[in-house]
């Protein structure tokens, strides 16, 4: 297959213009009541089920979905304002945001319409957190190198196996899991793989914590020991799930969310700087703004072929590798900038603390959601190119 990429020149519409100013105005006042603090680090990456849930309220979660199962139809460049209002002011989504990018849609394609019911509407109001496994141990982002056996038994399947990197695990009510259910075939290693919705409760499950150097516990480790998934917990085409796996690739590698992560030192350094940055400061931060930029355009056009019914997995593979890649050097280029501030400074404190704590989450940013190296495998494979 030969793709050319199509990064179209897509304006954010009327609409958006009116429900960013609304978000903004929510978004204020629960910094104003304490919710949350936009200037603390890793506050984005936190959960918290009270917050979830007034977003959910607000319609703001499951936004593009029908209406039936609790969404408001409304389009992907809504969708994409809020995730960015909410990435910039480093609120704490973690509970909800992947059942919203990625899991949610998984369901409306391929879930009976039984658990679409039940489980959607709850995603919808904020109370449900969803994990997503895909990487093993031994085989990184290669999702066709998946070990983990999903075995046939009566009523259903026994998974036995292990995933690694596995975010939210420890919070998650539901993972979106790919298991291996044949042997792959010399003439396809992508054969022989299938999609479950698992149940966290699962007696058979166990999820062990895999600790950041700031001491965070985002990432786990997740043993299945003859944990039993029903036949209704299968997902779409039995042995065929690397076709809807790539497809989910593309809301979860396209969003303002992978070159977001560490946007508060960049505001930071902007606080830090003043009103009469000197021309070095001036220019190093043009620059920075000039390509962060040039990725929000990427990353809308991406949003806007979702919008049109499309898979723009190439495309959203160079959004999440460009952009991660950006944000992960983003501190350090922050701390040269920031090297001839004063020191007594008032911002200068927090701004050192923002940059400790980006510094060190900076090495998973271009491992989680596909590596560096897997993304530019796609990309290549996508151009014709290998």
Aim: aromatic share 8%.
């Amino acid at each position: 297959m030969t793709a050319s990429l199509a990064f179209d020149q897509i304006r954010l519409p009327p609409e958006c213009d009116e429900l960013r100013r609304e978000v903004r105005a929510f978004l204020i006042a629960e910094i104003a009541a304490g919710t949350f603090d936009p200037h603390h680090p890793g506050h984005g990456d936190a959960h918290s089920k009270e917050f979830s849930r007034r977003v959910g309220a607000k319609g703001w979660i499951g936004m593009t979905w029908p209406k039936k199962y609790g969404g408001r139809e409304r389009n992907f460049l809504e969708r994409y304002v809020v995730t960015e209002e909410f990435r910039v002011a480093n609120a704490p989504v973690r509970l909800h945001f992947v059942a919203d990018r990625q899991s949610g849609p998984i369901l409306i394609k391929y879930a009976p319409e039984h658990v679409k019911m039940d489980i959607l509407p709850r995603i919808c109001a904020g109370e449900v957190c969803f994990a997503i496994g895909m990487s093993e141990p031994g085989s990184g982002s290669d999702l066709f190198a998946a070990k983990t056996k999903a075995t046939k038994t009566k009523g259903g399947w026994l998974i036995n196996g292990t995933k690694i990197w596995t975010s939210n695990a420890h919070i998650a009510d539901y993972m979106l899991a790919l298991f291996r259910t044949s042997p792959p075939t010399k003439e396809n290693r992508r054969h022989g793989l299938t999609q479950f919705l698992v149940d966290m409760k699962t007696p058979g499950i166990k999820v062990n914590p895999v600790y950041q150097l700031t001491g965070a516990h985002d990432f786990n480790e997740v043993v299945f020991e003859d944990a039993f998934m029903p036949d209704d917990h299968v997902l779409g085409e039995i042995d065929g799930a690397w076709k809807q796996a790539t497809s989910e690739l593309a809301y979860e590698r396209s969003g303002p969310e992978r070159f977001l992560e560490t946007f508060y030192v960049l505001s930071g350094l902007v606080r830090a700087l003043g009103d009469k940055p000197d021309i070095r400061s001036a220019e190093g931060l043009g620059r920075l703004v000039a390509q962060l930029h040039t990725l929000r355009r990427m990353s809308v056009s991406v949003n806007g072929m979702l919008q049109a019914g499309k898979e723009p997995v190439v495309e959203g593979s160079i959004v999440k590798d460009m952009g991660t890649v950006w944000e992960q050097k983003l501190p350090n280029r922050v701390r040269e900038l920031a090297a001839f501030i004063e020191e007594e400074e008032g911002n200068r404190a927090t701004l050192e603390e923002q940059l400790r704590f980006a510094t060190m989450i900076a090495p998973k940013l271009t491992i989680q959601g596909g590596t560096t190296e897997v993304l530019r495998g796609i990309i290549a494979r996508g151009l014709g190119l290998r």
